[in-house]
Each structure stands twice: as structure tokens, then as C-alpha cells.
């Protein structure tokens, strides 16, 4: 039973253009949620996060939005740069838990 | 401040033997978290622990074993490796119980031939 589901194993954009992930839950519980981006040969690192109470946060080019009765989570990137080029794993967080758990990752290219 | 340093980087073993991974998290986090990462699998738990206490565990078997150290340092082993338990293993640690974030380290490569 996969409870982080990220169904667009990857997505190609051209330079300057919105680039839009995905990404759907199942569990009630996750009360905070994150997008990590990951290099080749890297651990992934912090991108931006939003709390349940919330359905937006922006930080620069970067937006996540949360539809809580939807169990859906996007991250919004305008505009998209090549240096963008990377994997996007977004991670649900049970915080009473102290679990995160992760999709399988959305492979972004970002063409000059 | 550091970041979480994971050794070694990279390891080759032959099916059956055993390893020993290691990680050092960020001064100060008390949390530390364990993942198998392979290829289109994502980011697969195995466990966390807090102040040496394992308080989460994942859908692994019991050849997958962890602890943590009176200084937060952890180590991960498994025993009777499998040709599948080929993957790269990421720590990562967190400043609060409640591990609204984390912050990973390199990860150690585990090839088993």
C-alpha cells in the first residue's frame, strides 16, 4: 500500500516555462508535507514544505499547493531553469510519528 | 555546522556476507532516519530512531537492523545480503522529534555481486 504516490515518473519542460509535479496521499495522519529535490550521486535536499493548516506557500520560483480534501500536493516552478534538472520526491510527514514517507520520485528536464 | 556524513561511500559485498553502515548526523539533531533508495522504488523507510530508542520501523525484514549511539551516531546492518538489498541507503537527520524535516546525507552505495 503505497501512501505517497507521485504517478509521472518524469516530466520535460522548456526553459522559462511552469513546470508542474504531483503528488497524492492516503494517509489522514500526514499533518506536513515537503518537496526534495536529489542530484545524481547526492542525498536528496530540502526544497520548500507546507503545513497541513496551510494551501499555499511560495518561496522564490517556487510554490507548493495543498488540497487537503483532495489528498493532492503540487509544486509549481516558474519560471523553470536547466539547473532545475533533478529529481522531485515529495515526502508526507506524520509529525505525532515522527515518520516521513516519500514517492518514488518525478525526474524533471528542463530544456534550454 | 557539518553536515550528516555517511561511511563508507561506496561498498562492494558478496551475497551472504554482511555489512556495517554508518552514520553521523548533524550536531545537535537527535533523530535519525534510515532509507533504501533503488532505482524506481523512491525512497524506501526502514527506521528512525530518537535518543537511542527505534520508534519507527518499515516493511523490511529482520536482516535489516539499526542503533543509535548516546551521541546520536547510528549504524545500519544487515546480515545474509541478498543480490536486491543493492542499493544506495540514505541517513538523514532531523533537529526535532517531530522530523518535519530532514536533511540527508550522501549515502553509501551498496553493490552486492
Known amino acids: 500500500d503505497q501512501q505517497v504516490k507521485q504517478n509521472s515518473p518524469s516530466l520535460s519542460v522548456q526553459e522559462g516555462r511552469i513546470s508542474i509535479l504531483n503528488c497524492d496521499y492516503t494517509n489522514s495522519m500526514f499533518d506536513y508535507f515537503l518537496w526534495y529535490k536529489k542530484y545524481p550521486a547526492e542525498g536528496p535536499t530540502f526544497l520548500i514544505s507546507i503545513s497541513s493548516i496551510k494551501d499555499k506557500n511560495e518561496d522564490g520560483r517556487f510554490t507548493v499547493f495543498l488540497n487537503k480534501s483532495a489528498k493532492h500536493l503540487s509544486l509549481h516552478i516558474v519560471p523553470s531553469q536547466p539547473g532545475d534538472s533533478a529529481v522531485y520526491f515529495c515526502a508526507a510527514t506524520d509529525t505525532n510519528a515522527g515518520k516521513s514517507t516519500f514517492g518514488d520520485g518525478t525526474t524533471l528536464t528542463v530544456k534550454p | 555546522k557539518a553536515g550528516v556524513t555517511q561511511t563508507p561511500r561506496y561498498l562492494i559485498k558478496t551475497r551472504g556476507q554482511q555489512v556495517t553502515l554508518s552514520c553521523s548526523p548533524i550536531?545537535?539533531?537527535?533523530?535519525v532516519s534510515w532509507y533504501q533508495q533503488t532505482p524506481g522504488q523512491g525512497l524506501q523507510f526502514l527506521f528512525e530512531?530518537?535518543?537511542?530508542?527505534?520508534?519507527n520501523k518499515g516493511n523490511f525484514p529482520g536482516r535489516f537492523s539499526g542503533r543509535q549511539f548516546s551521541n546520536s551516531r547510528s549504524e545500519m546492518n544487515v546480515s545474509t545480503l541478498e543480490l536486491g538489498d543493492s542499493a544506495l541507503y540514505l541517513c538523514?537527520?532531523?533537529?526535532?522529534?517531530?522530523?518535519?524535516?530532514?536533511?540527508f546525507g550522501s549515502g553509501t552505495q551498496l553493490s552486492v555481486l
Open positions: 538523514a537527520s532531523s533537529e526535532t522529534a517531530t522530523n518535519e524535516k530532514l536533511f
Open positions: 530512531y530518537f535518543s537511542e530508542t527505534q520508534r
Open positions: 550536531s545537535g539533531h537527535r533523530s
